[in-house]
């Protein structure tokens, strides 16, 4: 299995500032998805992260929101805009692996916005 | 888009019980994964099982595709296996739907 950094892996913002996560992998790898989970709550996908191209988003994401890099196969970055409190959840990114149709995770980044 | 619906919520466990966890999905899947969540937040994978059964240790693990659910069998239970237990499926690939989760407590 691939070995996924999330960096940072806890942060406190001010409302109205933005975050951007990173998630570096050991290897290259074709899918890289970010997803978040709400305290309490199950966990919910943002978007697919395409390499070369404009991330793909699930509905009731969106891009100025959540604006997301794949600059090359072994790195993403997920950018939380304009923060409010409703955006304190946990943030984890997510990698296919390379022989069958499992996904890994990263660590997570648990944000709280005051 | 796929349901997936996770039983019990929520159990209390003494050490040493032995537990089991559904999960049903409303759809044909290719990929079924079980997660445990620990108390930092970070998922750990359990089983990658879309079909059949598998074992790891006290764990072990059932997917029934053609009646669409999957069974987690947690025996003699420790403190350590407290926290949330995941479900996920994906009609395609990696992309996946995540029940609500299992939140498992064993007291000593």
């Known amino acids: 299995s691939a070995v996924i950094s999330q960096k940072p892996s806890r942060d406190i913002c001010q409302r109205g500032t933005s975050l951007t996560i990173q998630c570096q992998v050991d290897s290259q790898v074709t899918m890289m998805f970010w997803y978040r989970q709400q305290p309490g709550q199950s966990l919910t996908l943002i978007a697919t992260?395409?390499?070369?191209?404009?991330?793909?988003?699930e509905s009731g994401f969106v891009i100025d929101k959540f604006p997301i890099s794949r600059p090359n196969l072994t790195f993403s970055t997920l950018t939380v805009s304009n923060m409010s409190p409703e955006d304190s959840s946990i943030y984890l990114c997510s990698v296919g692996s390379r022989s069958n149709t499992e996904a890994f995770f990263g660590q997570g980044t648990r944000l709280t916005v005051v | 888009g796929i349901q997936v619906e996770q039983s019990p919520p929520d159990l209390i466990l003494q050490e040493g019980a032995n537990s089991t966890l559904r999960c049903n999905f409303s759809?044909?899947?290719?990929?079924l994964q079980w997660f445990h969540q620990n108390p930092w937040g970070q998922l750990i994978n359990l089983f990658y099982i879309p079909s059949g059964t598998k074992q790891n240790g006290r764990l072990s693990a059932t997917t029934v595709a053609t009646e669409r659910y999957s069974l987690l069998y947690i025996s003699s239970s420790q403190t350590t296996d407290s926290g949330v237990y995941f479900c996920?499926?994906?009609?395609?690939?990696?992309?996946?739907?995540f029940g609500k989760g299992t939140k498992l407590s064993v007291i000593p």
């Open positions: 759809d044909s899947v290719n990929n």
């Open positions: 996920a499926v994906a009609p395609g690939s990696y992309q996946l739907t």
């Open positions: 992260a395409n390499q070369g191209s404009e991330a793909t988003y």
